[in-house]
């Protein structure tokens, strides 16, 4: 029964990340035909043409995200604090609770910011047609938040795709094959992003919008490395209990 609750734990933890894979094509995905044009960092021409419901979805697919991302880490938390028990290995886990933990507090926020500038610049242009007045401003508020933006993404995402690195290479996660580490070492936001996603980029149009989801897809894949420890941890549990 307690293996029963574990998995589902992680799997509700996969499902809020799928909710952030959504939440992203809401957001990035545009059409065939739409510009691509950028005033700044964050704003788009795109966002003039999108849906204002696209935008809520968004918010929302975030914010519930958010809540079973917790679910799901957490449990992964707890699940390699009871396998990875040397002295050496108990800072890395430690670093993995600092970084899920300041994702679970930043990603509800960190979505609904990108949005809301997203929704600003469209709004203020609907107002007073001015497009660059309209950037300035939706610039103005992003960058106003970006010191938090920034850490949060160094913090979570690339302080947890380094640990997740270090775990699989340093044989702290039960991987029995040099194939079956490289492959795990996509499972994270990073690495799956900056390679996996970026190829996806070379693709005709729609096949090219499968990268805005891949950052949040590294997420999901870590967790489908925690089944694979839970699965460990409860064969191992199973012959303590055939030996006693």
Request: glycine residues 8%.
């Amino acid at each position: 029964m307690k293996t029963g609750r574990e998995k589902a734990e992680l799997i509700a933890g996969m499902i809020g990340c799928l909710l952030y894979v959504i939440g992203d094509f809401l957001f990035a995905a545009i059409g065939k035909n739409q510009s691509t044009e950028t005033f700044g960092l964050m704003v788009r021409v795109a966002y003039l043409d999108m849906a204002t419901w696209r935008m809520v979805a968004s918010i929302i697919c975030g914010v519930l995200g958010t809540a079973l991302y917790y679910v799901g880490f957490h449990r992964m938390w707890k699940l390699l604090k009871q396998h990875c028990t040397e002295p050496g290995q108990r800072k890395w886990v430690v670093m993995f609770r600092i970084a899920y933990l300041t994702g679970t507090v930043c990603w509800g926020y960190v979505h609904a910011m990108f949005m809301n500038v997203a929704l600003i610049f469209k709004f203020t242009f609907e107002k007073y047609g001015d497009v660059q007045a309209a950037a300035d401003i939706a610039n103005k508020v992003f960058y106003c938040n970006a010191a938090p933006l920034l850490a949060s993404y160094l913090i979570c995402d690339v302080l947890i795709s380094v640990v997740m690195v270090v775990m699989i290479w340093k044989k702290m996660l039960p991987l029995r094959t040099t194939a079956q580490r490289i492959l795990a070492s996509f499972c994270n936001p990073i690495a799956f992003a900056g390679i996996v996603g970026n190829l996806f980029t070379l693709l005709p149009w729609p096949l090219n919008q499968i990268d805005h989801g891949t950052e949040s897809a590294g997420h999901l894949l870590i967790l489908v490395l925690g089944l694979v420890l839970l699965h460990e941890t409860a064969k191992n549990k199973e012959r303590k209990g055939t030996i006693q």
